[in-house]
C-alpha cells in the first residue's frame, strides 16, 4: 500500500520561499496523478497544485505564479516549491494521490513576521 509523508513546512517571513516535499513508498508518481492541498486554521481543505502522471502540472489562481510543483527524477518526490509566501499560505499542506485515497498527515507551514 502507497504510503506518503510530507516534510519541509516551517515558519517564515513573508516574502520568503519553502520547499516542500511529498516522499512515497514507491515509485508511484510516474503511475498517478498526485496533489497538493493545504487546510487552514477553521476553513476547508483546499486544492493549491496538482501534477498528472506525464507531469502536467495545475495551480490554483491563489498559488499560479507562486507555487512550482515537481517531481525527482526517479517518481518517488514530489516537491512544491513556494516563493513570495504571504501570512494567507499559512495551512497545514497535505499531499495525497486521489485514486488511491491516500493522504499523507501533513506538514505545517506558517509565514509571519
Known amino acids: 500500500q502507497a504510503q506518503l509523508v510530507e516534510s519541509g513546512g516551517g515558519l517564515v517571513q513573508p516574502g520568503g520561499s519553502l520547499r516542500l516535499s511529498c516522499a512515497a513508498n514507491e515509485r508511484i508518481f510516474y503511475i498517478y496523478h498526485m496533489e497538493w492541498h493545504r487546510q487552514a486554521p477553521g476553513k476547508e481543505r483546499e486544492l493549491v497544485a496538482s501534477v498528472t502522471a506525464g507531469g502536467i502540472p495545475f495551480y490554483s489562481s491563489s498559488v499560479k505564479y507562486r507555487f512550482t510543483i515537481s517531481k525527482n527524477d526517479n517518481a518517488t518526490t514530489v516537491y512544491l516549491q513556494m516563493s513570495n509566501l504571504k501570512p494567507e499560505d499559512t495551512a497545514i499542506y497535505y499531499c495525497?494521490?486521489?485514486?488511491?485515497?491516500?493522504w499523507g498527515k501533513g506538514t505545517q507551514v506558517t509565514v509571519s513576521s
Open positions: 495525497t494521490i486521489p485514486s488511491l485515497h491516500t
